[in-house]
């Protein structure tokens, strides 16, 4: 913490050689120092400015926090310019490479990759968790014929709180983890039921003799067969694209989830409420305007033409571009190779061909390179969830599924962290005040 000087400088007592700033607040001419950590100052030492005695004090003003760090992780970190994305210090390649999804989502948790005897563990636990009680099965058949997949998955996700009460004694670790481990086990199961409820089709239970990703497409394609067979291919694609939509640091979604969790609520209402900020288009539902371009587009000897539109300002080159990531972004890299296998299997999408058109013509554009627009992880994983039937309704909820566990480490996180308190941000009101009521025949 920083203080004033008598003569209005201010000298840092906490800043050590030359990590702090020195602000003129102009209002008073007093001078204060403010120490630097790890890159940042505390909005808070910030307060102590003020015109006059009886001031607030000064506040930051960050709509979309796109500059104020809410937290500290140590669970996933990005370098946008670079183009690296590792999860507690492992590089994406090498756990899309050689790692499942859900050894990946223990690493998430715990901090660590699993010893053997950890891991089987970990995935019996997951493994017998898989069932949701039969109440939920029966309220998911209660939605209307066309409800969107995401809206039952948030709908039932919510309402696992009420059969599982006793998850919000949060500050109880054995407690944390048995719902951690039921929360990565049903969220497949609830969203394959959403999945079959659109289709119409009977619900299919899990098969605790699959792994991860194989029971999940069971309980999505199984029809009458006595033993559903996942195409081993698929599978390690699906779980190559679940190990790549695990976590990405404090997207909004995230934000949401350790919002809501730091009012200590239970974590199924926590991961509701990322689940309802996946949903949103500007956050989950990139892939499915991905896919519609492409569908528009039509051919590949209309690319060209549609380039020229994009670059004209009619509109974006959807999979393009992103916030963070001024480089490749290190996902799209592998989903392009998991498209080649998925696509071995299906038989090839006429619309890759225009993606491949697409994407060739962009990074060769003076547009998209000055502007350090490249392929993002949106840009191929939708021709994948075309590949396996899926709806477009369903390309969120396959976000959702694997989003999972980013959501539980980073709830896990914050409230074991001292420093975190019931999220609640500052306002600059620009209302009218203290007006005196109109009566109704005076208005
Ligand atoms: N197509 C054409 N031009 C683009 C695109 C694009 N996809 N993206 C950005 N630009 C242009 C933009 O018009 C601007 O040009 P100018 O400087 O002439 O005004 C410049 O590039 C900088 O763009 P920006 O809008 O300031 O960049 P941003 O960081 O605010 O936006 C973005 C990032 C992802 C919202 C944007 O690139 C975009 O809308 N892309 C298409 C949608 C998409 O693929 N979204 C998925 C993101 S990845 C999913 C995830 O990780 O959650």
Request: aromatic residues 10%.
């Amino acid at each position: 913490m920083s203080t004033e000087t008598t003569s209005g400088q201010v000298s840092g007592n906490g800043a050590s050689g030359n990590q702090s700033l020195t602000v003129t607040d102009n209002r008073t001419g007093k001078t204060f120092e403010l120490p630097i950590t790890d890159g940042t100052v505390k909005a808070m030492d910030f307060r102590q400015m003020k015109a006059a005695d009886d001031d607030f004090g000064l506040m930051t003003y960050d709509p979309a926090f796109t500059n104020t760090a809410s937290c500290r992780s140590a669970v996933t970190f990005i370098d946008g310019d670079a183009g690296i994305l590792e999860y507690r210090g492992y590089p994406i390649e090498q756990l899309a490479e050689k790692s499942t999804y859900v050894e990946v989502a223990y690493l998430l948790i715990h901090g660590e990759l699993p010893t053997q005897p950890q891991l089987d563990k970990w995935v019996h636990d997951i493994t017998v968790h898989t069932f949701v009680h039969e109440n939920v099965k029966s309220f998911m058949q209660g939605f209307r014929h066309d409800a969107h997949p995401m809206g039952m998955l948030c709908g039932s996700v919510g309402a696992l709180s009420t059969f599982y009460p006793d998850a919000n004694d949060i500050k109880d670790p054995i407690n944390r983890n048995i719902q951690t481990i039921r929360l990565l086990a049903k969220m497949p199961t609830l969203a394959a039921f959403a999945y079959r409820h659109g289709m119409g089709q009977p619900y299919v239970y899990p098969d605790n003799d699959l792994d991860y990703p194989g029971n999940f497409l069971n309980m999505m394609y199984k029809m009458t067969e006595l033993k559903y067979q996942p195409d081993p291919r698929l599978a390690r694609a699906l779980d190559i694209l679940f190990i790549l939509h695990a976590d990405h640091e404090q997207n909004c979604s995230t934000s949401a989830v350790r919002s809501v969790g730091s009012s200590q609520v239970d974590p199924y209402s926590a991961v509701t409420a990322g689940i309802a900020a996946l949903y949103g288009p500007l956050h989950g539902g990139a892939n499915e305007a991905v896919l519609r371009m492409l569908q528009r587009i039509g051919s590949k000897d209309k690319v060209r033409e549609f380039i020229d539109g994009v670059k004209a300002g009619n509109e974006k080159l959807m999979g393009f571009g992103h916030r963070v990531y001024k480089n490749f972004d290190p996902r799209a890299t592998i989903i392009k190779k998991a498209v080649d296998d998925v696509f071995e299997v299906t038989g090839v999408n006429p619309l890759l061909e225009i993606a491949l058109e697409l994407e060739k013509i962009a990074l060769e554009d003076e547009y998209f390179v000055s502007r350090k627009l490249y392929p993002n992880v949106d840009f191929y994983s939708g021709l994948i969830y075309e590949a396996l039937g899926l709806p477009t309704s369903m390309f969120p909820v396959m976000f959702a599924i694997p989003r999972t566990s980013g959501w539980v480490a980073q709830w896990l996180e914050m409230v074991q962290d001292p420093e975190q308190k019931i999220a609640r941000p500052r306002q600059i009101y620009t209302g009218d005040r203290t007006r005196d009521y109109v009566g109704m025949g005076s208005r």
